[in-house]
């Protein structure tokens, strides 16, 4: 085991030319980053889990039943044996062959059979108070930690000339608020990480999840490597749009079309002003650039760069995904569905509703992210990360 960690903690691989871990320690003059700093993320991940329970129940939900939020689910389908064991012991979504068998078994036509099937696969959808609950809060949290990046980033060098980013490095002091941004933030994504199994389900769950690893690998290994400067830089920048989007979603839920549709937009406008153009042209350019000029090379830096590309890529796909729908909502009046990662599993509760009644838009519930996210995001027709 000492054979493994000493070469996984290998200085040449995490640190450049001439500096080594004892370098590194904390003294009485100057506190460093330290790895074991990062256990405290596990129990704070916990306890930001249970807040989040009771801010839901005791905060959220008597704000969303005084908005006149919708408290009851999607309508629920006539109780029936036979479909009952189909859909639970066989399938959710039944070819044509065995819709023509259960119409001759039940003498119900193919028609109302596969409406009984879209109407159970919806009665597993969350209720409108339970999305509404679940984006406050993390409208809430996003609110507050960009409010608190932004108060701390404000008193920063290299908030204005990201150089400073790397001016000492790595002998750059690690001062109590960057330390509490640093642990908070990567707490919240590791809640994030686990909650996601019992949170809405959404169709891209997968590249949420892909998400919220490839952030709380990015915070963890920033932090090991002290480039926590340009991480805050980091963080900051993709917890503005997460903002925007739970408040979009919130106004949805209360019924406030209007205002829904004005954040929604406003939410497209943040995102790809910060995704496509702030965090290349200035994330991404003292990182692959400034830091070689300033330190050289070595592996970590390497291994930083790749999952800073890899966000970028994930920024790209969700671009693309808003843009689609921030087009539809200016051409067609009316938001459409958020795509990035806010669609649950199954997407067929529209189908349930005559055509005649179809809601305009609705935003669904993500971060980081974003929150994002995930916490996050877009498909056709409403509105709903992570950074």
Known sequence: MAGILAWFWNERFWLPHNVTWADLQSTEEAAFPQAEDLYLAFPLAFCIFMIRLLFERFIAKPCALGLKVQANGPQKAQPNAI????????????????????????????????????????????STLTKFCESMWRFTFYLYIFTYGVRFLKKTPWLWNTTQCWNGYPYQPLMPDLHYYYIVELSFYWSLMFSQFIDIKRKDFGIMFTHHIVTVTLI??????????????????????DVVLEAAKMANYCKCQKLSDLLFLTFAIVFIVSRLGIYPLWILNTTLFELYEALGNFPALWVFNVLLVILQILHCFWSYLIIKAAYKAIS?????????SDIESSSDEEETVPRSKTPHSTITTNGTGGANGTNGYLTGGTCSEEH
């Open 83 to 126: 479909l009952e064991k189909v859909f639970t012991a066989i399938t959710k979504h039944p070819d044509e062959k065995r819709l023509e068998g259960l119409s001759k078994q039940l003498d119900w036509d193919v028609r109302s059979i596969q409406r009984w099937f879209r109407q159970r696969r919806n009665q597993e959808k969350p």
């Open 220 to 241: 963890t290994f920033s932090y090991v490597t002290n480039l926590t400067r340009v991480g805050t830089l980091t963080l900051c920048l993709h917890d503005a749009a």
């Open 332 to 340: 067609k009046g009316k938001v459409a569905k958020d795509d990035r």
